[in-house]
């Protein structure tokens, strides 16, 4: 059987689950079992309950409240002595990564994370990024079962979940976990007072640069951005007329940035904004000039007229 | 008795002179030696050329500078003059009335007057007009030297004038003799010290710009930490000072408003040292953002006119502060980028070997390739400088030059050098001479004067002696025996920006200039030019500076607006530096003018004429 | 305070990696090596904490001989002295046996505080410091921000998705594993390489019958290289097949 864990917070479900799910019937459609943890587990488990699976688990207990890595690993260490799966699979978040490797350990137990594919064969492989993304490995995971498996967040499409005919069963678990042997005292999560733009924190960028012309244009980069739900940054020149804030600039001189996405308008790429952005994820670049420097470094690049490009771009996305 | 009273007041006043003098001096030998004789003959050359001849006083500023010439000339005639005369006084010899001294005092006579105009004119600049370059207050010290030597020579004229014997006579010969003696107390603590020391300074004044001895690790020397660790040169450049302020004006940092004077630094050294305290920290008595904010141009020492070194004081004290991790942040990422990636920019080596793919280069080879060209930093990684670089293959092809590139190019260092990152730089140095040596390279061409510098003259430091000359100069003489017919209704104006490293450091601004108008360009020169232009900005480390904070404007700005007032729209450089600097200043000026590198402009120009 | 950080030597980020004949791991021979990045930031980090509070920073690494090289670069920085567990099987060994490796030096030294990164940039896993702290019997946090330590007690601030953030308190001693880019690791100065090579590396044996948990059974790469993709048509096509490349190919937007 395998067992896939959910990731939920107060009752709301963490989409990355359904993505796990997707995963786990690639590997093996019949026999799926979804376990939940923490308060407000069953709120979710009707929810899950939609998809084509064996049976919901939920497991509630006071040391599942708050998340802690201790707390989840001793639930999870009894859960799976009673659930005897032949693979956990979960989804790559931060909360996965904070206690999936220590359950593994726990169990010593292997753990392949950040799976981007599921492999067929003579063993099953797991398809994996290293290198930064150069180079792709096929890994199997050795040793007794459970086998643990993490899925890159991205890496299955949540529209791809194969639903059931019916609602698939939900029943509760128990657990014995010794809340005072919990070592992590959490506070409650809050929000970073955004003083100042952070753009090293932002997941997509959108720059620009002078080939925006005036600084009425900079309207259309800032719908590009709400559109994307992007953060907005721009080339030195830009910040220097004051047409955006100091904090906007990326370069050398300015900010450091390593988004995901990092879409270039009329940007020609100079090396000191080059040395800025170009950790970027994907790049991406549209610029009138064929021979600008800041194509040599774009993954997606467009020779041609922002003007007429960006407002496409935005109707788009609007689909 | 008058001889008596004379030689009482000879004694006290030379007393005085000799204390002063003393003080100094021990100063000089407490110091860490660093006097050098080396190549002697460039030293006496230079010597005769700006001592005798006041070569570098008058350049900069021809009338002050003749005046000073004439003053100056006219010390040096006056010398046996004076000395016949004080032997008359302390009763050892009297020579005042040998027939040749009476022809020598006549002839003396030009020399006085010349002295007199000379002074009165200078007194005048300096009371009245005010220039910027010496100082915001006028000081009294300098009036009263002033009006001291045209007392001097107003009292030698009535000497020829009065009739000898008479009471007036007498007390107009006194005042001359007692000021003189007032005078040589003066001396030693005044700016007119110089008059002792400057031929020395400027005999011992290294013949090489920026002269930074290896550090020896061996020995375990870190750099300039404190006062103590100045060496003798330097010492002796702190009581050398005129303050004159030639520094001072030329100095890109202090043109463009920023805190950093090359005129005060070397004054503060000065204070410091007669105040004694020889454990005081170095980057105490500059303030340390002072020392950061230094392009490494030369132009300061470039122009001293008593050989003054400013930038072994001001690199040597870097060098302390990035020893005990005083460094800037953003020179912190740069050294981090050169010791992971040995590049500063800490760009992967892929991205050189995508073009040195892509423009089909060949590695070195000496048995197949006259030259080495070595691409640098910016070459290797810069895809705007490359497009230059381009060009400059094309026309080596053209003209049927064999050559190819080293497999692996480092960093020369020179960005670690000038900051004072001694490590670094030694450990990049040391392995690149090793490839260089194994590569068996002979001659190299580069289009990077920071490049030619390091290469060429810092690398000698470790024993690598290798030819090596900027693109310029090697693609002047390429098209030498081509003639050179500019294509008809092709007059292009240009203004041509001379990069420090080539211009001040190499001294080559012809070649440049005459690849240009061999095509018929005409040049528009801004107004610092040739062997001292405005700094763009990038040297030093400041490339990664650009601190918002500082106060006055971006050097490169200052340096755009020269270029731009030419009235030139194509503005030419020769260094890729420059280059990103100038562009940004373009950038942020929101100008159109168009940028092209020489080798760019050249090979445009063959492929017209086809 | 007695402070470890774990650091991991790899292949220079920026090295198009080469494939050795096996397929399963790279040309070694071919790489030049450099201190893992993420790993950086928890040793500046450790060097800051000492800087506040007193004690060592002892920097800890698993893997073959040339991982020396990363060893010196933290000694120069600050560092007092370091572990090297020196086993050329440790080179691409997995997540399991390289902190079972680290676990197996690190446990009688009663260290107060583990730092790591987050991640290697070679395998990039993410599991050595987590496993680390299960193998010392020790509380961890994962991405963490910010570290403030009051006696015996730590409490730190760790970062969770879309700019969540959280404060956590634990005993000492701990296993953090730092987020990448809170800081800018200090350059190696003069004084501090001269120092660095009076520094003590206490050499240590890899545990033997440390199981690897996983194989890598093909490394390969992958079919869409780090080429640009120009995507042409008019505008309104362009702009269309970019928003589609970026949601399914890309998968940057949703």
Known sequence: ?????????????????????????????????????????????????????????????????????????????????????????????????????????????????????????????????MFQGKLTADVVPQGPAPHFVTFQIGAFRVDQVAKGAASAPVRALTVNVDASAIRQKPEPPFQQAKAAVDLSQAERIVSVGRGIKEQANIKIAEELAKALGAELAASRPICDSGWLPMERQVGSSGQTVAPKLYLALGISGAIQHLVGMKGSHTIVAINKDPDAPIFEIADYGIVGDLFEIVPAMIEALKQ | MATLIFWLLFLAFV????????????????????????????????????????????????????????????????????????????????????????????????????????????????????????????????????????????????????????????????????????????????????????????????????????????????????????????????????????????????????????????????????????????????????????????????????????????????????????????????????????????????????????????????????????????????????????????????????????????????????????????????????????????????????????????????????????????????????????????????TYHDPCYLGRYAGTTDEPRALLTRFGAEIREPERNRDNPYCCGAGGGLLFADKEEEPGSRISDVRFKQLQATGATTVVTACPFCSIMLKGAQASAGAETQFVDLMTYVDGKLRAIG | MKIAVCIKQVPTREWQPRLDDSKTWIRESDASFEMNEPDAYALEEALRLKEKHGGEVVVCSAGPARVAQVIREALARGADRAIHVDDEGLAGADAFVTAAALASAMHEEKFDLVLTGLQSDDQGFAQVGVVLAEKLGVPHSTIIMEVQIDGASLRVKRELEGGWFQWIAMPLPAVLTIQSGINQLRYATLKGIMAAKKKEIRKAAAPAGAAAKQKIVSLYVPEKGKKTQIIGGSPAEAAKTLVQKLRDEARVIQ
């Open chain 2, 15 to 494: 007393g005085v002179f000799a204390a002063q003098v003393a003080t100094r001096l021990r100063l000089i030998a407490a110091a860490p030696n660093t006097f050098d004789l080396s190549d002697a003959g460039d030293r006496a050359r230079r010597w005769l050329a700006d001592v005798l001849f006041q070569r570098k006083t008058i350049v900069e500023r021809p009338v002050a500078g003749l005046a000073h010439a004439l003053v100056f000339w006219g010390f040096l005639a006056f010398a046996l003059y004076t000395s016949v005369e004080f032997l008359y006084a302390l009763g050892l010899v009297d020579l005042t009335g040998a027939g040749w001294f009476h022809a020598y005092r006549l002839a003396l006579v030009p020399f006085a007057s010349a002295v007199l105009i000379g002074i009165l004119y200078l007194l005048i600049r300096r009371a009245f007009a005010r220039p910027a370059g010496l100082g915001d207050h006028v000081s009294a010290e300098s009036i009263v030297i002033a009006l001291f030597i045209a007392t001097l020579m107003i009292t030698y004229l009535l000497t020829l004038r009065l009739e000898e014997g008479t009471a007036v006579w007498t007390l107009n010969w006194w005042l001359h003799m007692l000021v003189i003696l007032a005078f040589l107390a003066l001396i030693p603590a005044s700016k007119h010290f110089h008059l002792v020391v400057s031929p020395v300074t400027v005999f011992l004044k290294s013949p090489e710009l920026g002269n930074l001895p290896n550090l020896d690790f061996e020995k375990e020397q870190v750099g300039l930490e404190t006062l103590k660790d100045l060496g003798s040169k330097s010492v002796l450049d702190a009581f050398t000072c005129v303050e004159c302020g030639r520094c001072q004006v030329n100095c890109p940092a202090w043109g463009a408003g920023k805190a950093l004077n090359p005129k005060t630094i070397i004054l503060q050294t000065q204070d410091a040292l007669l105040a004694g305290e020889r454990d005081q920290k170095l980057g105490a008595i500059y303030s340390e953002n002072v020392l950061w904010q230094c392009t490494t141009c030369g132009a300061c020492e470039n122009q001293c006119p008593v050989g003054i070194e400013h930038l072994p004081i001001l690199i040597g004290s870097r060098r302390g502060l990035v020893s005990n991790g005083d460094a800037p942040e953003y020179l912190g990422a740069m050294y981090n980028n050169l010791e992971r990636r040995s590049n500063i920019w800490g760009l992967g080596y892929d991205q050189r070997t995508k073009f040195v793919t892509s423009a089909g280069l060949e590695t070195f080879d000496p048995a197949k390739h006259d030259v080495l060209v070595w691409l640098g930093c910016a070459g290797s990684f810069d895809a705007d400088f490359q497009k230059s670089l381009r060009s400059l293959f094309s026309i080596l092809h053209a003209k049927g030059v064999a050559f190819g590139v080293l497999a692996k190019e480092r960093c020369t260092g020179d960005p670690a050098k000038r900051t004072g990152n001694e490590y670094m730089y030694q450990e990049l140095a040391n392995a690149n001479i090793e490839d260089l040596k194994s590569a068996r390279v002979k001659k190299i061409v580069t289009s990077c004067p920071h490049c030619v510098k390091t290469i060429g003259a810092d690398y000698a430091k470790f024993g690598y002696r290798v030819e090596i000359v900027h693109s310029s100069v090697f693609v002047n003489d390429l098209l030498q025996d081509a003639g050179g017919a500019a294509p008809a209704g092709s007059a292009d104006t240009v």
């Open chain 1, 1 to 129: 059987m395998i067992l896939v864990i959910a990731e939920q917070k107060d009752g709301k479900l963490n989409r990355a689950t359904w993505e796990a799910i997707v995963g786990a019937q690639q590997l093996d459609a019949s026999a799926i079992a979804v376990l939940v943890l923490g308060a407000k587990a069953a709120s979710v488990a009707g929810e899950l309950a939609a998809a084509s699976v064996q049976e919901i688990v939920t497991l509630e207990h006071p040391a599942l409240e708050p998340y802690t890595p201790d707390g989840f690993t001793a639930a999870l260490q009894d859960a799976i002595a009673q659930l005897s799966p032949s693979h956990v699979l979960l989804p790559h978040t931060y909360q996965t990564r904070d206690f999936a490797p220590k359950l593994a350990a726990r169990l010593d137990r292997a753990i392949v994370t950040d799976v981007t594919a599921i492999k067929r064969g003579r063993e099953t492989a797991f398809m994996r990024p």
